[in-house]
């Protein structure tokens, strides 16, 4: 009988959580025992770089340690009958010294925005310091040791699937990858990248000059930190694309993976026994709604908690095998849980950028943890065109016309002719974007109904779309509250079916939907609504059901208390106490 994820992560550090398995901390005599007990579902193995080469120059993959033979444990999970997924960093990742970068290539500490050092516990208590990725010799290194896995990979004929694994962390509400740096090896590389970008700048402004003077050729500092921002995402890219080549047909793409206890404030409190398991609740949602898959391997393994069902019911069971097939946020799969998005967010393409003019200062998302907490999903605003969604009736498309272009356009005027419905901050368009949308709306004689509420508001209507452009620069004068009913009685038209939620705090929960089953015909779609008190205090929520929600069933119910009466739901929780809701949606 297969052993729980619990029991497992409690009694071998070979799996530290959310189905990893780390091949190198056991005999590989032991490999085949120890994938049969690992649950149901894909079996993560992160490739651990500096346990196949010692000095980055030679690779051993099972020729002097057998626990280095990759190709035995793909054969090992075929016999078993199980799907192993292997993840390849592309950046420092925390689970492993020096971030996994071969001891004698470990000289250059990479340091944070704050110039600390990353100092990293792991889920045993040692302390993991990340080398910086913008050190050449790291670099040039990586590259061989890629093309060596590559090698290994094909002419072994080794039938397998690698992500690259960009590893990071949560800061602001922001998913900040652990390949930032601010080390000296950092500094110098981009003291070259940025004389370049002088000279570059220099020359340009020589080429346009009439009779006005050249600029300046220092950079200002927000144009300079813009700059440090773009130079990170080039040697991003340059490590990635790195493995890409490498790996050639067994490379599926990059996964970023956020890591629970991965920051600078979680090693102070786990130094001082104060670890905080509702913070790390809450950063499972967080990741969730960046579209970032979760990972608590660096969390103690004598500390089960709540956690270790939020973590399988959001992570190893919705989002991770979503993202393996590629299939997210697609619905006509039966009887498959997906993340319910009601509030599709588009943001700007640089993650970490200051950035103050976004839905953040709009007070959007203020609004959102207050009425319909964790069903968005955050992305950069170039992934709209890339994934080419299917437009979802129930969901509203949010975008910054400043990051409009053509084709993006483009694809923003399909969703709304499908029936989706778009809500446009004007702000900043471009000319060309903006002459465009309004022929759009001119040659098919939409009716433009104007509104004045704290901004200015254009609601048009076509079919069962709505596109709503609004001015957004004007959100950022009003003080908060007025923000919150700004979004309140604007999204209040769309009609949203919601759970009203009273006494949460403390308390954590997630939404999956999926679709009505042919048992189900009734319902419209299903959702199931899962809660978790991840805190020592007990708890106590109420629920408001409204007309078009009926409950189904009551799933999971550990150490919790419920009271059903007419239209509404009273849940009592003790200490890690837990429950799931199923509510069927009626059309």
Not at 213 to 233: G, M, S
Not at 252 to 281: C, I, K, N, P
Not at 360 to 376: A, E, T
Request: hydrophobic letters at 35%; one cysteine or more.
């Amino acid at each position: 009988m297969n052993q729980s994820p619990t029991t497992l992560r409690n009694i071998d550090p070979a799996f530290p959580g959310e189905n990893w398995f780390f091949y190198w901390k056991t005999s590989a005599s032991l490999w085949r025992q120890k994938l049969s007990e690992c649950p149901a579902g894909p079996i993560i193995i992160p490739i651990n770089w500096a346990f196949h080469t010692d000095t980055g120059e030679n690779f051993d993959f099972g020729t002097n340690k057998p626990e280095a033979n990759l190709a035995q444990l793909v054969s090992l999970g075929e016999m078993l009958g199980r799907e192993l997924i292997f993840f390849l960093p592309i950046t420092p990742v925390p689970f492993l010294p020096n971030g996994g970068v071969p001891h004698l290539l470990a000289r250059v500490p990479s340091l944070n925005a704050d110039g600390m050092a990353y100092s990293i516990l792991d889920s045993e208590g040692g302390i993991n310091r990340l080398i910086s990725f913008f050190d050449s010799r790291v670099y040039q290194a990586y590259r061989k040791y890629v093309s060596a896995l590559g090698r290994y990979l094909s002419e072994g004929g080794v039938a397998c699937n690698v992500w690259g694994l960009e590893a990071g962390h949560l800061k602001n509400r922001r998913f900040i990858s652990y390949i930032e740096d601010r080390s000296s090896a950092f500094t110098q590389a981009f003291s070259r990248y940025l004389a370049v970008a002088r000279e570059e700048k220099k020359a340009q402004a020589q080429e346009q000059q009439v009779e006005t003077p050249a600029p300046e050729e220092n950079f200002t500092p927000r144009e300079e930190k813009k700059l440090k921002l773009k130079f990170t995402h080039i040697i991003s890219d340059l490590y990635r694309e790195s493995a890409h080549e490498a790996l050639a047909g067994h490379y599926e793409g990059h996964m970023r993976v956020g890591f629970l206890g991965g920051t600078q404030e979680d090693f102070f409190r786990r130094h001082v026994g104060a670890d905080d398991w509702y913070v790390h609740s809450r950063s499972i949602m967080e990741f969730t709604c960046r579209d970032v898959l979760t990972s608590s391997v660096l969390i103690p393994k004598n500390q089960t908690t709540v956690l270790e069902r939020q973590l399988s019911e959001v992570v190893t069971t919705t989002l991770l095998p979503l993202k393996l097939s590629g299939a997210t946020y697609d619905l006509e799969e039966e009887a498959v849980w997906q993340p319910l998005s009601l509030f599709e967010i588009f943001e700007r393409n640089i993650p970490g950028e200051e950035n103050n003019h976004c839905w953040k200062n709009f007070g959007l998302f203020d609004y959102l943890d207050k009425d319909h907490r964790w069903n968005y999903r955050v992305q950069g605003a170039d992934e709209f065109v890339m994934n080419e969604q299917r437009v979802q009736p129930k969901s509203l498309y949010f975008f910054h016309g400043e990051n409009l272009d053509q084709a993006k356009l483009t694809h923003l005027l399909k969703v709304f002719m499908s029936g989706g419905n778009i809500i446009l901050n004007r702000s900043r368009i471009g000319l060309s974007e903006q002459k465009r949308l309004e022929a759009f709306f001119l040659e098919n004689n939409l009716e433009i109904e104007k509104v004045s509420f704290y901004t200015t508001i254009h609601n048009i209507k076509l079919g069962d779309g709505r596109f709503l452009v609004f001015e957004g620069e004007r959100l950022e004068e009003l003080d908060p509250d007025k923000r919150i009913v700004f979004w309140h009685d604007l999204l209040a038209t769309f009609n949203l079916p919601r759970v009203e939620i009273k006494g949460e705090e403390g308390l954590e929960y997630s939404w999956r939907q999926r679709s009505a089953l042919a048992t189900e015909l009734h319902y419209e779609e299903v959702r199931r609504f899962s809660i978790y008190n991840p805190t020592s205090y007990k708890k106590r929520m109420v629920l408001e059901i409204p007309r078009n929600l009926a409950l189904i069933k009551l799933l999971d119910e550990t150490h919790v208390q419920t009271t059903t009466r007419p239209g509404s739901m009273m849940l009592e929780f003790l200490p890690q106490g837990s429950i799931t809701l199923d509510f069927g949606l009626f059309p």
